[in-house]
């Protein structure tokens, strides 16, 4: 962190967002006097009040844009404002702007954004990943402390990895969705990404808990580890997903997905790691164990069709969710239909983007009539499997043994690649879903997961996940924040903080 301020907080983030174009919208002229002094609790992060932060752009906060990246509501004004913004605004944040996305979350790069491309502040020929590409971009930048995304199969987690910054994806539940805009509601999680470990659990200690306005939202139960427990990160029994166990999943993707030989091959190699992550995954595994953790190898039987039955699932839900945006409620429509049947047709042809169409059209494909047994239910059932296999190895001590103990936290890769070049680079996009695989379990099981920065290969971080049990957010935040103080990370050149 350099030590002097280079220029005005303003004039920092402008030049920085020529540069990487990480917001939607902008608050102009932000007042520098806001920034808290250095006090009690700021350098732990328990402090908020004064911080700016970013929202991405399918999170409503009121006055300001929610266009979820799509032409189909650019230019759309919330009316009211997210529950967990709200939070933040009542702890003394507040917001400064609104950060680029794929459209409606639907991506793994930034660019399927209907508005503008986002570029990674380590190198900004690549990717910030997405889907929330712009909040990490903006976190890794310092243009703010935090910034809150969605995760639905990854969209914290992968960003925060292609960005170097702290990503958590909270237990499903954990956090009021009232405000996010839907794409796979009984996937997804409002997260958090965050210059420090410790900022990111100030904010979830903010975030979290019951609202009224969202049924599925709960507060963690009564026998959770209390949020600020154990900060000296006592030993723990960490599960490692072992090489061989990605190798068989792997060879199994290539093995049993539907599909030409080569497109078999396509998605097992989209998947497989390359040679700076594996890299990148030994570091963090040789420091876990110096930092005194036990680890474990471990395998998940129902990896392989992680993928499979995600994209399944949040097309289906996708589908139904996106049937609002017709045209009559809000967003733009044509200016002429015969109809009101046409004007949903045109609003949605020249609204939606590509990818989002061909989500629907999947969507409404495994869904339709007579079918749902053979793609939707049999996805459902994967899912249980994928949820049963985490909580054998999580759960209750039942499970364990002195050979095989319960795991406290399990490691595993975030994504097979550093960010990648403009327009998908080597990893087109039928390749960027499956390399989804390594995220989207923690989706489809409902747990936390945490993805934290570890290594610096060629230029570009990478980061790593542990996932935890439900509601042990604070049992990761704890591992983490021993691990970043042994190993802090470094930032971009040019990188500043203007808070403490
Ligand atoms: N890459 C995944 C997808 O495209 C994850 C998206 C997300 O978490 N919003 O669906």
Redesign the pocket.
């Known amino acids: 962190m350099a030590s002097t301020a280079p220029e005005t907080y303003w004039a920092y983030c402008s030049r920085w967002e020529e540069q990487i174009r990480a917001f939607i919208e902008m608050k102009a002229g932000a007042p520098d006097k806001m920034f808290p002094a250095a006090g009690p609790g700021a350098s732990q992060g328990t402090g908020l009040a004064g911080l700016p932060f970013a929202v991405k752009d399918n999170i409503a906060v009121q006055g300001f844009s929610l266009s979820c990246g799509s032409k189909l509501l650019e230019g759309l004004r919330s009316p009211y404002t997210a529950t967990a913004v709200q939070k933040l605004e009542a702890a003394g944040a507040w917001v400064l702007g609104k950060t680029n996305l794929?459209e409606f979350?639907?991506?793994?790069s930034t660019d399927n954004s209907a508005i503008q491309q986002t570029n990674n502040p380590w190198d900004t020929s690549r990717v910030a990943g997405?889907?929330s590409g712009g909040s990490a971009a903006a976190v890794a930048a310092g243009i703010v402390p935090f910034a809150l995304g969605?995760?639905?199969?990854?969209?914290v987690r992968?960003p925060a990895s292609f960005c170097g910054v702290v990503g958590l994806k909270p237990s499903y539940g954990a956090v009021s969705r009232y405000g996010l805009v839907a794409?796979a509601s009984s996937l997804?999680s409002i997260g958090i990404l965050a210059d420090t470990t410790a900022r990111c659990r100030a904010v979830f200690g903010a975030i979290r808990g019951k609202d009224p306005l969202d049924q599925t939202s709960q507060d963690a139960p009564a026998g959770a580890a209390p949020l600020y427990g154990d900060p000296s990160g006592s030993p723990k029994v960490i599960g490692v997903l072992s090489a061989e166990a990605i190798a068989k999943a792997l060879a199994a993707v290539a093995a049993g997905i539907e599909g030409s030989p080569s497109t078999k091959e396509t998605a097992a190699q989209a998947a497989s790691l390359e040679q700076e992550v594996q890299q990148g995954f030994d570091v963090a595994k040789t420091r876990l164990a110096a930092l005194g953790h036990r680890l474990r190898e471990v395998e998940i039987p129902s990896l392989k069709y992680g993928v499979p039955a995600y994209y399944t699932i949040?097309t289906a839900e996708a589908s139904a969710n996106l049937a609002r945006f017709d045209g009559v409620r809000y967003g733009r429509r044509p200016s002429e239909a015969e109809n009101p049947e046409d004007l949903i047709d045109k609003t949605r042809e020249a609204g939606f983007g590509p990818e989002v169409k061909l989500r629907i059209l999947l969507g409404t494909f495994v869904l339709r009539s007579g079918f749902q047994d053979r793609y939707y239910l049999r996805a459902q059932r994967i899912r249980m499997g994928i949820r049963r296999s985490f909580e054998e190895l999580l759960g209750s001590a039942e499970y364990g043994s002195a050979e095989t103990p319960r795991c406290d936290a399990i490691l595993m890769p975030v994504f097979p690649t550093r960010a990648f070049g403009r327009g998908g680079g080597t990893l087109p996009p039928f390749a960027?879903?499956a390399a989804?695989l390594y995220?989207?379990c923690a989706n489809l099981a409902g747990l936390p997961a945490l993805a934290f920065p570890v290594s610096l290969s060629g230029g570009l971080p990478v980061g790593v996940q542990l996932l935890g049990r439900a509601f042990s957010e604070a049992a990761l935040l704890d591992l983490v924040e021993a691990y970043e103080q042994a190993y802090p990370f470094p930032h971009p050149a040019a990188y500043h903080a203007f808070w403490p």
């Open positions: 794929d979350g639907m991506g793994s997405g889907s969605s995760d639905t199969g990854g969209s992968q794409y997804e949040a960027q879903k989804d995220t989207c």
